[in-house]
């Protein structure tokens, strides 16, 4: 079946179902079991293994990204595998406008998002002062303003039917300051303290929100953010096993999911609590550090 691509800001493809595969199935028990995830950051590294983690589960997925080659190869590859609609949306999140037009989009599509993952984040290395003041900008709309609103939109949709998942990728970066990284660490901080918060308020519905809080990992974002030069990213973790380690968290409704950590690193990650930041700053800073 071609393409049928509509031009920005969205791109949507029809469903794939042919005929013959709807008239063998139950629509009565299988259609309404089925479970749609958005996921923004679909397009590489966890974001994309998360794709793939719904979609062997059998759910249809709203993948967001830049990335219009990438998404559309996302979604070849998942509906030739299985039996799933995946709809493709372009969109940079950097634009003040783009989480409410997505949400439009979504309701005006007639699509039900029963997930919602908020993935996509960046980050960059060096001196404040010495940065880009739009790079860090851009990086506060996505890490934190995009993540908001969204969550925002489709928490309204969730509350009033009763159900609904969160997944709030945040960091380990989340759990002290990050000199040399001042903004990112900054903006991972407050997607774990919002997400926790939110979790709380809504503790007698069936609405879960989950923090997923991984250590360095295979993607993108080391060679991004400059920090594949970085004693930080020697031993990354499998962006594989963080996406499956988040999506089961998201499942059993966690409130955080630390992972992607060595032994020695889950046991500095217990001592930060208790060790002064004029240790500990100095230290964070020298990982940082390009060797």
Do not use: W
């Not at 998201?250 to 217990?270: A, C, H, N, R």
Request: aromatic residues 8%; positive net charge.
């Amino acid at each position: 079946m071609e393409e049928s691509i509509q031009e920005v800001p969205f791109i949507f493809q029809s469903p794939p179902f042919k005929l013959k595969t709807l008239k063998n199935t139950c629509k009565r028990s299988y259609y309404p079991m089925k479970k749609t995830a958005l996921i923004t950051g679909a397009s590489s590294g966890i974001g994309k293994e998360l794709a793939h983690i719904h979609a062997q589960k059998g759910g249809d997925l709203i993948v967001i990204a830049r990335s219009e080659n990438k998404l559309i190869a996302l979604k070849k590859e998942l509906e030739s595998k299985y039996a799933i609609h995946v709809t493709v949306l372009t969109k940079d999140l950097t634009e003040p406008e783009a989480p409410q037009e997505i949400y439009e989009y979504v309701k005006t599509a007639g699509l039900q998002v029963d997930y919602l993952i908020n993935n996509a984040g960046f980050g960059g290395l060096g001196k404040f002062h010495q940065r880009k003041l739009k790079d860090d900008l851009s990086m506060i709309a996505v890490n934190i303003t995009a993540l908001t609103s969204l969550t925002h939109y489709f928490l309204q949709d969730f509350v009033k039917r009763n159900e609904g998942k969160i997944l709030n990728v945040s960091s380990s970066a989340a759990l002290t300051p990050g000199p040399l990284q001042a903004v990112y660490y900054a903006s991972k901080a407050y997607v774990t303290s919002f997400s926790n918060a939110l979790a709380e308020e809504l503790y007698a519905t069936n609405i879960t929100v989950t923090t997923l809080m991984p250590g360095a990992t295979e993607s993108k974002f080391g060679e991004v953010s400059g920090m594949d030069k970085t004693a930080v990213f020697v031993n990354l973790a499998s962006a594989q096993k963080v996406a499956e380690d988040g999506y089961n968290g998201m499942m059993e409704g966690k409130l955080d999911v630390i992972t992607g950590l060595s032994p020695i690193q889950k046991l500095l990650t217990k001592l930060i609590p208790l060790t002064p930041k004029k240790i500990l700053l100095p230290q964070i800073r020298k990982m940082q550090e390009v060797s």
